[in-house]
């Protein structure tokens, strides 16, 4: 039996780490050291420097080099992986990737075509007391959570839901970097044809990093016109509270609170005219910022906000646009 643990890193364009994968690191460390197995970084790029993959924090790191093209094609990380695992020599292994598409797309096919098995979304990976890899998830839109674990697996696949695992950039010394080279390009039946970020219109509140909220506060609609700005300038979709939908300022489905939805992926949630309901601020715990813009120096939402503006919105959304316009000249 031949057992490791891979760390399939989640990098950013094929580049460089992606920001929000350190902790992925680290929550791979963690289960090597509590299996004591070695710690592999699979590092499958575009075009990292040597310098760069020998500072990775993992024991050894493989690296394979990707046509540009064909990285954002998940049969070419299949393939990847593939060469990688005969090159190990695996018989067994515990196998961690990012839940970003690409590379839970790449982990299901790899465990389909491995006779392994693939638990997804996972915000929690640890090792009990049999030695048995458990993951934690969220179920039920994550109104509850469920535990479970591998039986009699030998190839386990688990997608880890980066927003719940985060850890500072940390720099390594592997004591093995290993250059693997593919067949490129790698016959694929896929063409990336083109690719675009969405506009927030089109962002869903609960993946969005920035999320406007609005109130009552913004009574008529008509009196939107800035925040519309700020929504474009920052690229954050507008939801709101109860009395918003009510009063006809967003739609149904986008009313945050506990009879509508949590916005607990949110870095920054921009409160505007709205109060804080006990009811509100249940959709918004798991924001990191709120910043609130609320007349009322009295309104329960300046305590759940790491800014708190006391002013009329309608003076502060003109002042905070044209201070961010400013800043994407380069004049802040
Ligand atoms: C069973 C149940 C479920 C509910 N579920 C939800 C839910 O999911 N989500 C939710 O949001 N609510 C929910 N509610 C309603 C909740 O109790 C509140 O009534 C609601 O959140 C209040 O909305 P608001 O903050 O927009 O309005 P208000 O409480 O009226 O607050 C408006 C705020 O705007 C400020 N303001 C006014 N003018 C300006 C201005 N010019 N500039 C800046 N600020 C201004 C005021 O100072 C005030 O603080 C629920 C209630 C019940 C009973």
């Not at 364009?13 to 350190?22: I, M, Q, R």
């Not at 591998?150 to 688990?158: D, I, L, P, R």
Request: net charge negative; charged share 20%.
């Amino acid at each position: 039996m031949l057992r490791k643990i891979i760390c399939y890193l989640a990098l950013d364009k094929g580049l460089k780490v992606a920001n929000n994968a350190w902790g992925m690191i680290e929550a791979a460390r963690k289960v090597a050291s509590e299996q004591d197995l070695p710690f592999i970084g699979l590092v499958v790029h575009t075009g990292m420097t040597q310098e760069y993959l020998s500072i990775l924090p993992f024991d050894e790191v493989y690296s394979m080099k990707l046509d540009p093209k064909s990285w954002f094609d998940a049969f070419c990380h299949v393939h990847a992986f593939e060469v990688c695992y005969q090159e190990l020599g695996l018989t067994e292994g515990l196998y961690l990737f990012a839940s970003h598409p690409l590379y839970q797309e790449t982990a299901i096919r790899l465990a389909a075509r491995m006779d392994g098995a693939v638990l997804t979304q996972a915000m929690e990976i640890y090792t009990d007391p049999m030695a048995n890899t458990v993951v934690k998830r969220g179920i039920y839109h994550d109104k509850a959570n469920e535990w479970v674990s591998f039986e009699g697996v030998k190839h386990q696949f688990v997608t880890l839901d980066l927003a719940h695992f985060y850890a500072d950039p940390k720099q390594g010394n592997p004591i093995n970097i290993k250059e693997i080279f593919l067949k490129n390009p790698i016959n694929t039946r896929i063409q990336l044809i083109s690719e675009r970020s969405l506009s927030w219109k089109e962002l869903s509140l609960t993946e969005a990093r920035f999320v406007i909220g609005v109130g009552r506060g913004v009574s008529k609609i008509g009196d939107m016109n800035g925040i519309l700005q700020l929504a474009e300038l920052l690229n954050a979709p507008i939801g709101g509270s109860k009395v918003a939908d009510e009063l006809g300022l967003i739609p149904r489905e986008k009313r945050i609170g506990s009879s509508g939805i949590a916005i607990d992926e949110a870095d920054v949630y921009i409160a505007i005219g709205i109060s804080g309901s006990s009811q509100h601020l249940e959709g918004i715990k798991g924001v990191k910022h709120v910043i609130a813009i609320n007349n009322d120096p009295a309104a329960p939402i300046h305590q759940r906000s790491t800014i708190g503006i006391v002013g009329d919105y309608q003076v502060v959304v003109p002042l905070l646009v044209q201070a961010l316009q400013q800043g994407e000249e380069g004049e802040i």
